[in-house]
């Protein structure tokens, strides 16, 4: 499955983002869909994750609260809706598919990447 995401952008401390990651190439809801990101010098890290239907999700501590998942099976698309942005998610987001994922927490669970969009939040 291909993935490209996009919605990434500069916003001021407090501010909302919203990132879109369009699928293609396979059927979308067989795949349990994640977001991870990865600021400068750190490791990639965790974010949010949503089940095949779209009934179930997770997020880090870092953003429970401030940012929501969601997918639109019919349109092949994820979302994550950023809402009071902080300094600190500055970073290169990517959605990620996992055929076979359960948790959605694990980056060693996700098969496929998409090529990441830069989140930059001033203060």
């Known amino acids: 499955v291909q993935l490209q995401a996009s919605g990434g952008g500069l916003v001021q401390a407090g501010g909302s983002l919203r990132l879109s990651c369009a699928a293609s190439?396979?059927?979308?809801?067989?795949?349990?869909m994640g977001w991870f990101r990865q600021a400068p010098g750190k490791e990639r890290e965790f974010v949010a994750a949503?089940?095949?239907?779209?009934?179930?999700?997770s997020y880090a501590n870092s953003v429970k609260g401030r940012f929501t998942i969601s997918r639109d099976n019919a349109k092949n698309t994820v979302y994550l809706r950023m809402n009071s942005l902080k300094p600190e998610d500055t970073a290169l987001y990517y959605c990620?598919?996992?055929?076979?994922?359960?948790?959605?927490?694990?980056?060693?669970?996700?098969?496929?990447w998409g090529q990441g969009t830069k989140v930059t939040v001033s203060s």
């Open positions: 990620a598919a996992a055929l076979h994922g359960s948790s959605g927490s694990s980056a060693g669970e996700y098969d496929y």
């Open positions: 190439g396979r059927t979308f809801s067989n795949y349990v």
């Open positions: 949503i089940n095949r239907s779209g009934g179930s999700t």
